[in-house]
C-alpha cells in the first residue's frame, strides 16, 4: 500500500523551530517530486513548497509566505521528506500535509493525514 | 502569482440534483507544448487530508465516480456533480501546477 506517514508536529512558541518529517512507502519515492501543503484552522489550503528529484538536484521551490523561514530537504535513501521551520510565527499554525507529485501533469496524488503544528505566543 | 477564484463560497444541492462550482484563474494555465491545462481538483471531506478527483482539468483520477466531471480550458474551469450524493458533502478545491508558487482556490462547501 502506498502511504505518506507525517511526523515532528507539535506545540512551539513563537520564534521557535520545528523539522517536520514524511515518510514514504509502497511506491518508488526518488522518481517522485514531494509538495508540503498546510492548512490553517478552519481555512483552505496552501502550497507551502516543493523539493524535486536527484535529476534536478534536489531543486526547490517555496511560497513567498514561508522563503527564508523554511528549508524542505530528502533522503531517498530514507524514503523520506523534510520539512525545517525556523522563526515559527502564529500564522504558521495549522496541519501540514506531505503530497506525493505526479511528473506528468503535477497533480497531487497521494496525501498523508497531516501532522498538526501549534505556535503559541 | 496565478490566483485562483472559486465560487460560490458554498452551496447547498438536494440529493440527486446537480452541482457546479467555478474556478477562475488570473492567467492562463494551459501548457503550450502539451495543450493541457495543469488544473487539478480535490475534494476534502472534514478530518481527512484531500484527495484527488480530477487532473487536467477534467480527466477522471482512478476510482473517481463518473458523476464527478471537470470541463474548461484557458482561466476558466468547472467543476460538476452530476448527481449529488449524502456522501459527496466536502469541501471542494481547484489547484493549479502551471506555475511557481502553485496556488489553490478558496475552497466551495458543499452541504445537502
Known amino acids: 500500500e502506498m502511504q505518506l506517514v507525517e511526523s515532528g508536529g507539535g506545540l512551539v512558541q513563537t520564534g521557535g523551530s520545528l523539522r517536520l518529517s514524511c515518510a514514504a512507502s509502497g511506491f518508488s519515492f526518488s522518481s517522485h517530486y514531494m509538495n508540503w501543503v498546510r492548512q490553517a484552522p478552519g481555512k483552505g489550503l496552501e502550497w507551502v513548497g516543493r523539493v524535486r528529484g536527484i535529476a534536478d538536484n534536489y531543486a526547490t521551490d517555496y511560497a513567498a509566505s514561508v522563503r527564508g523561514r523554511f528549508t524542505l530537504s530528502r533522503d531517498d535513501s530514507k524514503n523520506s521528506v523534510y520539512l525545517e521551520i525556523k522563526s515559527l510565527r502564529t500564522e504558521d499554525t495549522g496541519v501540514y500535509y506531505c503530497?506525493?507529485?505526479?511528473?506528468?501533469?503535477?497533480?497531487?496524488?497521494?496525501w498523508g493525514q497531516g501532522t498538526m503544528v501549534t505556535v503559541s505566543s | 502569482d496565478i490566483v485562483m477564484t472559486q465560487s460560490p463560497e458554498s452551496l447547498a444541492v438536494s440529493l440527486g440534483e446537480r452541482a457546479t462550482i467555478s474556478c477562475k484563474s488570473s492567467?492562463?494555465?494551459?501548457?503550450?507544448?502539451?495543450?493541457?491545462?495543469?488544473l487539478s481538483w480535490y475534494q476534502q471531506k472534514p478530518g481527512q487530508p484531500p484527495r484527488l478527483l480530477l487532473f487536467w482539468a477534467s480527466t477522471r483520477e482512478s476510482g473517481v465516480p463518473d458523476r464527478f466531471s471537470g470541463s474548461g480550458s484557458g482561466t476558466d474551469f468547472t467543476l460538476t456533480i452530476s448527481s449529488l450524493q449524502a456522501e459527496d458533502v466536502a469541501v471542494y478545491y481547484c489547484h493549479q501546477s502551471y506555475s511557481t508558487p502553485q496556488t489553490f482556490g478558496q475552497g466551495t462547501k458543499v452541504e445537502i
Open positions: 503530497t506525493r507529485d505526479r511528473s506528468w501533469d503535477d497533480a497531487f496524488d497521494l
Open positions: 492567467q492562463s494555465i494551459l501548457h503550450r507544448t502539451n495543450y493541457k491545462n495543469f
